[in-house]
């Protein structure tokens, strides 16, 4: 396996050529990246859908969810949260603020548009209509809860979260093998989805289906069966409620706690 020093040099010239892919090329890549995230957000809500214990459902789902960034990882694809590391060669003084701000943005509305794709998916295929309207029920509750989670709390889940996301990001790429990189994310991102943290990407997910489903009155009538208050549940919410202060918080989570700590303990020349 890579060392850690060895990671961080390596990472160094994999963000050159992150931030030195043309634009198109990168928006397909972030794409699909966010396809591969939805994904793992479908297997890992319809696998807890129907479990009644709520901790084993919880349980059941961050099994399924490391998933998405294994195909992110191996299949090749930008992911915004995982790029937060490029702090590193911007450090380095390989890339600048422009370049790397450019890729940022770039594969965030990417991520978006590959999100919203899988949740029209679901949605107008009837996957969320499983289980008699329970999985639609379930994922428009998870999105009001997620639209109406107070600014702060948010934004310290989003540290949590991407924190340890670079730090599945960090191991894989001490591993030398498809084998190894799986099993090196795997326990990072089961520990951030069980512990409730919150993921940019894997929200826009998240909330858009349950805007999506909102749209559908007989999913609508069965969450109202059910009790659920979608009051919250707005686009405005998306973005202001929850977007915004999870992204600054994986930004801070991954840039900040990961990518400078390794940066400095690894790469910064003493003086």
Known sequence: MNSPAEVAKNYVNIGKGKVNTPIPKMFVLAMMAGMFIAMAGVGASTASCTVENASLGKLIGAAVFPGGLAMVLIAGSELFTGNTLLIIPLMEKEVNIAGVLKNWVVVYIGN???????????????????????????????????????????????????????????????????????????????????????????????????????MNPAYVQAAADAGKDLTNLTWGNMFIANLLPVTIGNIIGGAVLVGLSYWFVYLRKSK
């Open 112 to 214: 978006l548009v590959g999100s919203m794709i899988v949740s029209a998916i679901c949605v107008w295929g009837g996957q969320v209509g499983l289980f008699s309207n329970g999985l639609a029920v379930s994922a428009m509750g998870t999105a009001a809860a997620k639209c109406s989670m107070p600014f702060m709390q948010a934004l310290i889940k989003g540290i949590g979260c991407n924190f340890l996301v670079c730090i599945a990001v960090w191991m894989s790429f001490a591993a030398k093998d498809i084998a190894g990189k799986f099993f090196a994310l795997y326990l990072p991102i089961l520990i951030f989805v069980v512990a409730g943290f919150e993921h940019s990407i894997a929200n826009m997910y998240y909330i858009t289906v349950g805007l999506f489903a909102k």
